[in-house]
């Protein structure tokens, strides 16, 4: 195989981790691939490259061990990274992108993994039938947006009745408490091995983690009583590599019962758009999940507009499908 190719393939994915988004350029392209070969040289035996007609590259992907929950949950758990695929919808790709995904479930298998996730934007059509004639079942959707950096959304937070400020100690019973009582669309919840007591304990866990070093949490109080508790995290590794303040997608926000429906998420949002601002962030990306029509709404109120969909997948390996 000739690595050139393979960074070729990588340099001119159009589904980045911040797909459709006008910030992506050749820096952004080539710190993706960077860190894909960082990944594939720490477990060269899971990364797997798909070659057709005249040793092209046509998909590359990684099986890689998705720490949090296999520690937390005490199952193995696994999720195909780092996948990059040509997109000309050409026949020859699907039978690459289903040979390439079946050896990953075999690896999966051999490491006697529970679950194997895997998400794909909504438009890969060939990808998708690949993932699943492997076995992988829809488990969930997120819409993307984006919303300019300098948009003014003080209108949103200027409320009398609501108050926001830094976490503290008490708050993680507050959150816990929130997780544990409204309806929360998680797709591991579905799954027997998945308690939603020790699922809530986990969305605890990453509020700790981001409020204690990796960021910001954002609390809302309304007439005095804690309402909602949302993170704010910008991509390290990013900024340091590119320059580029991009906020991370991995956030996570809870609404207490008490609060529901009320906006205070909105609010949130809308602050925490402004301390975006504040650590140099032209472009924020947000979401939701494509059923929590309350939220997609909401972010329609802040004038975001829509980047893609993303389709999450699971593969159940043991104990039946």
Known sequence: MDPESLRNLYMHFPYPPYFGSPIVDENLQAYRFSSVAKAAAENPDRFLVALGGGSRVLAAAQLRRTDHLSNHFGIE?????NEAFVTDGAAENYQAFKLLLQELRMKAEKRNVTFVTATAASQAFQWIRALEDAGFRY???????????????SEFFARKDLVIRDLVESDYDEIEYGFLNVPYPNHLL???????????ALYVKRFREVNERVGKVFVGELNGQFAAALNGIIDRDLKESTGLVVNHLSQGIIVHPRAASKGVALSLIAYRHAWYAEQGMKLGYFGSNINNLPMIRGL??????????????????KGGQ
């Open 77 to 81: 758990v696994a999720t195909v990274s």
């Open 139 to 153: 488990a969930d959707g997120f819409r993307h947006v984006t919303c300019p950096g300098d948009a003014d959304y």
């Open 190 to 200: 579905h799954e027997p091995e998945f308690d939603k007591r020790a699922v809530a």
């Open 300 to 317: 329609e109120k802040l004038r975001a507009k829509h980047v893609g969909i993303e389709i999450s997948m699971m593969l159940r390996l």
